[in-house]
Structures are given as C-alpha cells and as structure tokens.
C-alpha cells in the first residue's frame, strides 16, 4: 500500500508528469452530458419537484376538464365535437413540459447563487456546452414527465400508431427543448427565483393560455369585434399554439370545426421555435453578467 | 514563473479596485495576497481565474497569455472559491465526479484519480454522503478534491480559512504544504487573516487596489525596524511633539494612539514612562508582527476598513 502511494507521487513531481496529464483533452460534448445528467439525478431527488410538475397540470385537467364539461360546446355541426376532457388533453400536456421545462431552469439561479456555477464557468469548456447539458437535462426531464401523463391518454380512448406515437415523443422532445431554452434566456439574467415567479404569471401563464391549450382561436369572419380578432392574431402568432395543435393533431387527428394549422406547419414552427431560442439561450449565455460573481 | 501580473488595474464603474498592479509569483511558492476587506484581493482573484476579463495591463499563467490562451490556462489551474461550490444534493463522489468531467477525465483514470483524492483528502469512507450532511472543514475538503482532480499545477484559493475550525484550517495547511512538496503545485490564495499569511512563503500586501508590500513574512517584519511600543493617551498629538523635543525620536500618530519603532524597546518604555508619567494611559511593548508591517506601509490600522466598505 504505501509503496503504490509512493509511486503515485512520484507520477505527478515536475513538469513531465504535468505533461502527462495535459494529453486528456477536455470535451465539451463529455461536459455536456455530464451536466444534462447531473440536472436527472437533482431532479430526482427533490421529490416536490416531481410531484409538483406533474401533479399540478393532473389536478388542473381533472378539475377544468370535469367542470367545464357541461359549458363548453366546440362549433361543431353536429353534437360529436370532443368533450373538454379531451380537447384540453394535448394543452395539459404542453402545460407539463412547460412547467417542467422552466422550474429545470430555474435552477441555473440555484446554481449560481450556490456557486455552482462559478466551477462550472472557469473550467476548459465553451460556454454552449454548459448551456447545451443544463437545456437537454431540462427536456429529458419534461418529456419523461409528458410520458407519465400520456399514459392517461389511455382513459380517453386514443387510438395511435405506432409512427403516430412516435412522432408525438419526437415533438414533445423538440417542445420541450424549445420552452427549456426560453427558460434558459429568462432565468439566466436572474438573481433570484421570485423574480422568476413574476415572469412566469405575466408571459409564461398567458403564452400557455393563448395557444388553444384551453379554448380554440376565434374564426376569422368579417365583421368579428376587434377583441376576437386580436385573440385569434394572438393565438396564431404564439409559437406554443403548434405544439400544442401538434400533439392534438398527432393524438386526435384534425379538428375540421375550429381554426388548426397542419401538421407539417405544427412541426415546421416547433422546429423553428427550438432553433431559435436555442441560439437566443447561447449568445445571451456567453455574455459576462454581474451574476457570475455572485 | 507561474503567475506574471504587468500593470493590471480594474475598476467596477467608478471604483478603482486595482490600481497599477505589477508582481511575479514563482514556481512552487506559497503565496498569499493579504489586505483587509475591499483591498482588490477578491477582484485580482477573480482575474487570475478567469472569471473577470483584464481591463487594462497583461496576466500570464504558467507562460501563457490571458485571455488569448484562456482554455489553456484553465487546464492547468485549479481553482477554489469562497463561495462553496458544492452541489448539495450529490455525494462527494458525485461532485468530484462531475468537475472532473469538466476537464475530459473519464474511464479508468477517473477512477484511479477519484481514488486518490479521496484518500488524499482522507474522505473515503465519506465517499456516497450527500455533502448537504457534511461539516465545512470536510466539505471544504471536497471542494479542494474538486480542484485538483485535474492535477493543476497552480491552485488558486479564495478565503480558504474562512469558516473552518482551528483543527480544519491545520488540516488545509497541512494539505496545501504537502501539495507544494510533493507534487510541486504552486500555491496563491488570499486572506484577510494575518496570522494565515504568516504561514505563506511569500506575502503581498494589498491596500485599496494597490501593492503596498511584497515579501517573505520574516523581512517584511525585519524591515519595521526594531520594536513596536504603542501608547495610548488622551492628547496624542501633544504627546508626540513632547517625545520628539525630549528624546529627538519620530513617533506617529495611529488613529489616536501613538506610535514608535525603536530598537531595544523595553529601555524606551521605562524612559517614556519616567518621562511622561502623567499623559501615559498604556504603554504596550511588541515585536512586530504584520499588522505593524500594515500599519508601517499604510498610515492606518489593518481592521479600519472592515465594515466601511465591501468585498469586492
């Protein structure tokens, strides 16, 4: 025993062993995933945090969907419209990986004020693949949270295919990469977590709700009051209304009655959306903030 | 030389915080940056890791240039901070694990290299606690396994006693030393505290940004010169002006108390005390210690800004 210390000393005296060490080459990508692994195992062993995500948007469809059961009639011809259970399933859903998505972010405030971070940021890796492990261990979380959820799809009668199933993962994956990374950018600037509760109630709460999570878009018509053309607008422009009309399409197949953009525009805008606040998250990351010394 | 600083100067807004900056630190030294809260230790820490970009003036690391060869300055560093860095709801092995992961270890050498900090460090069998469970003196331990996974050949260490029991702050020192010895790392790290600078081969004074001293802690007390006799009296300026008409001898005036360094100091108490009976409330006789160095290089005393202003 004492002999093996011995020799590991004398492996690291001077600068030859300093040159042996030098050859393992960091990696952004082992950097990476180590994070994205590290945000699954925190997130697991803070029970509240599993309950809470999944728990909440459970109730909501539960309550929502069996009292508004009697109200709420989509403009349908006949009487075979869908019942709020199912109509509101896909939003839940959404609702899920949005919460999931943003309380993993939340915790790059956490970490900085931990100090984490700060470990993080002087070590030989790129700033995306510190951004790249915190974003990818977010949407793993959500879309692993979806899934539970889905199961209850079971209750609702849905038929889906194998690809058709599939796909959903697929999209729910890139939804959730999409809403981790606006989590990111929000988060990233913050000092602290309450300031994040406020972001969530003004833009997280009404982006979910304008995206016909709850209630379809208005049609367009002539003469409709300016409110509903503006909630249509609203509804239209929210890059969450297609990943919610996405899942619906993929689960229910098309609503004809009510205004519902196409699959492939579902996927094109998703798409587009993760891209883009994917590359917000990375130029706004590699800015110096006041934060970082915390 | 590990670390060369040329002329670095930072300022937050219109705060100077370091001002025209230049020291060498050498290869396998230990030395300390020593000043009292708000003096620039925590900015040029900061600097030196990486974290803070250069305003104005030059940084090597180990040869190489700061920020153009930044990844490759923080390869070879290793860095503690005063801050816990901890992430507490992973083990020991875990947090060791992940940093590592930081720096391109993996497989089998991350084992073995796992291992041995952890034995180093005398953590073994507290290898699969969460560190939320454990005392700072061993979680400071972590952090420095976090540091040295990589076998930096420069640590930097922010405030390492700050917050461990006396037993825990021997245990670092004990480490730190054998780190220099036997693995030739070089050693920086900055304190408010004089006696932990003590123990530094090398010591730099800082003061409001600015190098007010720089050497080992032995010269740095020999270039007092002699004895340090305190006095402490309700008319100080009156005091000083009497001792220098009486006697020919310079003393000053440290916030309201008089002060004198003089060879053979204990034959100058009883000549003051036989001289001015009256005004002397308390004489006190010492050989010089840093705070003297302090006081010698700045006019004021080592704890006045404490408090005034923050660490910055």
Redesign the interface.
Known sequence: MHEMRTSQRGEHTGGEAAAVDLEIKPSPLLAATTLCWREIVRFFRQRNRVIGAVGQPILFWLLFGVGMHRTFQLPTTGGDGPSFLQYFFPGTLVLILLFTAIFATISIIEDRREGFLQSVLVAPVPRWSMLLGKVLGGTLIAVAQGLIFLVLALTLHVSIGVVALMQLVALLFVSAFALTSLGFVIAWRMESTQGFHAIMNLLLMPMWLLSGAFFPAPELESGMPTSQWLLHWAVRLNPVTYCVAGVRNLLFGATASIWDPALTTCWLVTALFAVFMFAAAWTIAGRRTTGDLL | MAIQIAQLSHRYGQRQALSDLSLDIRAQEIFAFLGPNGGGKTTLF?VL?????IQAGAVHILGRKLPDSV??V????G?V?Q????????TVV?NI???A??????GG?LRSRIG?ML?QLGLSDRANERTESLSGGLRRRVELA?GMI??P?VLLLDEPSTGLDPGARIDLWNYLRRLRS???VTIVLTTHLLEEADKADRIAILNQGKLVALDTPDRLRASVGGDSITITTESPAELIRDIRARFDVAATDVEGRVRLELADGHQWVSKLVEAFPQPIQSITLGKPTLEDVFIDKTGHRFWREAGESTDA
């Open positions: 900061r890791s990486t974290l803070l970009p990844a490759e923080r390869r070879r560093i860095v901070f801050a816990p860095s901890l992430d507490k709801k992973l875990e694990r992940y940093q992961a930081l720096y391109g270890l993996r050498l041995e034995d976090k990589h076998r050949q036997e693995f030739g």
